[in-house]
């Protein structure tokens, strides 16, 4: 094993000849030794073959390397080979005109067991305000946001999604002016 070639980063590489004599340059673990994943001509035929750090080394492998142990794709030790992404199914509400009285819910209604969890809100507005998301009954502010009066529409992206506080409830709009106001929410009901 030997170093990269500036030395700064730590890589440590091995030398191998592949089966035309060609030198490749393939990373190792840091204590120098080498892992190698070995596939056989048969299907199912696979190892992992360990070289330790040291002198050079040659090792040949024949005939049928045949894999210790298998886990069929989806079950619970590797998980699933798709993605289906998050859970729940993605609602789009929207809440225009004054937004500064009444209930403009934009979130549907979770159940007993949901939480209400917003991923992307777009607002635009006739006004220079304030539009606060707040939980219902509580009335718990969840976020504010600070929009300038006739902008292009704004686009906020939570990362890793806004929630609700409490179990079961919805999440409504309200806007600091009465002038137009335009929110549209990408939300989703998620297990607790």
């Not at 190698?36 to 696979?46: F, K, L, Q, T, Y």
């Amino acid at each position: 094993a030997a170093s990269s070639p500036s030395g700064k980063h730590g890589v440590l590489l091995a030398a191998v000849r592949d089966d035309n004599g060609n030198l490749i340059f393939v990373p190792c673990r840091s204590d120098g030794a080498l892992i190698v994943s070995v596939r056989g001509e048969a299907e199912g035929d696979a190892a992992v073959v360990e070289f330790p750090a040291g002198e050079p080394q040659e090792v040949s492998i024949t005939g049928s390397v045949p894999l210790q142990a298998t886990l069929a794709a989806g079950t619970q030790e590797i998980g699933s080979v798709t993605d289906a992404g998050p859970t729940g199914t993605t609602t789009r509400l929207h809440a225009t005109g004054d937004l500064s009285t009444g209930n403009h819910w934009i979130t549907g209604t979770p159940s007993a067991s949901q939480r209400a969890r917003i991923t992307d809100l777009f607002v635009d507005s006739d006004a220079d305000q304030t539009i606060q998301v707040i939980e219902e009954t509580s009335g718990t502010v969840i976020l504010t946001l600070r929009v300038k009066a006739n902008q292009a529409t704004q686009q906020y992206t939570t990362r890793g999604g806004l929630e609700s506080e409490t179990v079961a409830k919805r999440l409504r709009v309200a806007a600091s002016a009465s002038n137009a106001t335009r929110v549209t929410v990408l939300s989703k009901l998620i297990p607790n």
